[in-house]
C-alpha cells in the first residue's frame, strides 16, 4: 500500500446489472428482421410459428439458472438445456441469420450485442485458460514428487 493510496478514489464494488429486458429487446427485434425477411411478415405482426418460438424464448429467458447476470443466449452453454434441442437449433438459426440484416435495421443494437457476445467468448477464454494451467501445475507436481520418489530409492 503507497502512501498516496488514501488521495486515490475509493473502488466501488462491481455493480450486477440486468441484462435481461436489453437481451430481451435484441432477440425481439432479431425475430421482427427474420420473420419479415423470410415469412414475408410486416409490422409488429410475426408468423405463428415465430411467435410461439419467441413466447418460449422469453419464458425461457425468466427461468434462467444464471439469473439477473445471464450471458446473451446464443452463446450460452446451456441453450440447448433451455430450450430442448429442436427449438435451440431454430432460436440459434434465427439468431444468426438475423443477426446480418440486424446490422443495417439497428447498427447500434448489433454491434453492442456483438460485443457482448465477444465479452462472453473472452470470459470463457480466460476461464480455460486458468483451468488449463491448474491441470499443468498438478501434472508438474506429480512429475516432480515421482522423480523425488526415484531420487529417494
Known sequence: MSIFSR?????????????IPKEKANIKKTFGVYCHSH???S????????????ATVMTRMNRCR????????DKCEFTGECFGHQQARE??????SGSKKMY????VMAVKHKL???????????????LDDKVKA????????????????
Open 39 to 41: 415469412h414475408g411478415t
Open 116 to 130: 457482448a457476445g465477444m465479452g462472453v467468448d473472452y470470459a470463457r477464454y480466460e476461464q480455460q485458460k486458468k
Open 138 to 153: 498438478k501434472e508438474k507436481a506429480a512429475k516432480e514428487r515421482a522423480k523425488d520418489r526415484k531420487d529417494k530409492k
Open 66 to 73: 444464471y439469473g439477473i447476470t445471464k450471458p446473451i443466449c
Open 91 to 96: 432460436f440459434l438459426k434465427i439468431m444468426q
Open 7 to 19: 488521495f486515490l478514489p475509493k473502488r466501488k464494488p462491481p455493480e450486477v446489472k440486468n441484462n
Open 104 to 107: 443495417l435495421k439497428h447498427p
Open 43 to 54: 409490422g409488429e405482426k410475426l408468423c405463428p410459428k415465430c411467435t410461439a418460438l419467441l
